[in-house]
C-alpha cells in the first residue's frame, strides 16, 4: 500500500484531480488516498493556504498529485510544493494520442519531452521599479547604451541563471535521454535560449548545458534559439525527444507542444527535486469552464501515471496509460475541448471500462 497525497488546488484542479481519485480507488490501485486541508478553505480553518501538518503529509507520501491553482491561496500551494521545495526539473511529456484533437495534418509518432528548469530564469518573481534598479546599478546600461536612469518611470524583472542551476537541470536531461535511449527514442538533447540577445545569462545556460551532454558521447547535442524552436516544434514535432528549456520558454513551449499533440487537457507534467517530486497538470484553474463538470482529466490521470512509475509502480502505470489510449482510440467518451460530449466523470468512467 503506498500513500498519496491529492490536493486539488482551485477551479478545474479540484474537479479533474477528485475524478482521477475516484478512478485510481475504482480501479483497485494499493493507494491510500489523502486530502488534506490546503487552499482557501485551509486559509479559513487554519489560517494558513498549506497548514504544517499538509506540508507533513506531503513530505511522508510515496506520491503528491495537485491540480491547479489560480488565485492566491492555491498559489501559496504551489509555491510550497515546487519552489520551496526545490522541484527544479519540470518533466512535460508531449505525446499524440491517436484520437486526440490535434491541429496537426500528420500528428502521428509525436512524442517527446519539455523539460522545463522550474527555479531560475524570470521566475519566482524578483520585480521592482526601475529608480530602484537605476539607484542599486547605475551604471548598468543595455547593448545600445542607454542607462536605466534615462528610461524614466517603469518597472523591472530580473533573470538569474546559475552553473549551478544550469548544471543540475543539464545533467536530469542527459538521465532522461538515456532512459528514453533505453525505450528507443534517439537520444538527443535540445537546448532552447535566446543566446544571441541574452548572451551573459541564457548564454551561461547554453554554454554550461553544452558541456554537460557532451560528456555523454552516447547522446546528441542541438540548439535552438527560442523563437526557431518554437517554429520547429510546430513543424517537426516528430524530430524532438528531450527539449531543454529555460524557465519561462519551456512554460510557453508546453503550452505550443501541448496544442499540437492535443491539447492542454491532455498535457500532465512531474516536478522534480532531490528526494522530493510532485504531479501536476499542465493546465491552470481554467476559470472559464470551471464549475460545469466538462473539464478534460486526462492530464491529471496521465500526470498519475507519472506519480505511478515514481513510487515503483510501473505495471500499474502502463495499465493506466494504456486505457486512456484507448478511450481515444474509440473516441465514443471525449471530452468537449476534444471535440466530444462526455463529462468529466464520463470519460473516467470509461478509462476504467477500458482498463480490463
Ligand atoms: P488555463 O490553463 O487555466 O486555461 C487555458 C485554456 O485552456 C482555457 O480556455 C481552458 O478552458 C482550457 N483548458 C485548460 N485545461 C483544460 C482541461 N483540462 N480541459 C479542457 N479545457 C482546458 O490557463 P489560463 O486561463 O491562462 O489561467 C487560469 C488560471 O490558472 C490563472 O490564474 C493562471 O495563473 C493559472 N495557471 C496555473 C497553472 C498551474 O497551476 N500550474 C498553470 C497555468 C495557469
Known sequence: MKTVVALGGEGIGVEVVEATCELLT??????K?????????????????????????????????????????????????RWESDAYANVRPIKYY???????ERPQGIDFVVLRENMEGLYPA??????????????LRDRIGRRVA????????????????????????CALARRRKARGHPGKVTCVTK????????????QVAEAVVREHPDLAWEHYYVDDAARRLLRFPQAMDVVLCMNLYGDILSDLAAEAAGGLGLAPSGCYGDGWAYFESVHGSAPDIAGQG??????????AVMMLEHMGLAGEAERLERAVARVYREGRFLTPDQGGRASTREFCSAVLGALG
Open 150 to 173: 534615462d528610461h524614466g518611470e517603469g518597472a523591472f524583472a530580473v533573470k538569474v541563471v546559475t552553473r549551478r542551476g544550469a548544471e543540475r537541470i543539464a545533467r536530469f536531461a
Open 294 to 303: 466538462i473539464a478534460n482529466p486526462t492530464a491529471t490521470i496521465l500526470s
Open 195 to 206: 543566446s544571441n540577445i541574452l548572451s551573459a545569462s541564457d548564454g551561461l545556460f547554453q
Open 33 to 81: 488516498i489523502l486530502t488534506p486541508p490546503h487552499g482557501e478553505a485551509a486559509q479559513r480553518t487554519h489560517g494558513s493556504p498549506m497548514p504544517e501538518e499538509t506540508r507533513r503529509l506531503c513530505r511522508q507520501a510515496d506520491g503528491v498529485l495537485f491540480g491547479a491553482a489560480g488565485g492566491p491561496a492555491s498559489v501559496a500551494v504551489i509555491t510550497w510544493l
Open 126 to 139: 524578483r520585480e521592482g521599479r526601475l529608480d530602484e534598479l537605476a539607484r542599486g546599478m547605475p551604471e
Open 26 to 31: 475504482a480501479a483497485g490501485l494499493p493507494l
Open 98 to 104: 491517436p484520437g486526440a484533437r490535434s491541429p496537426l
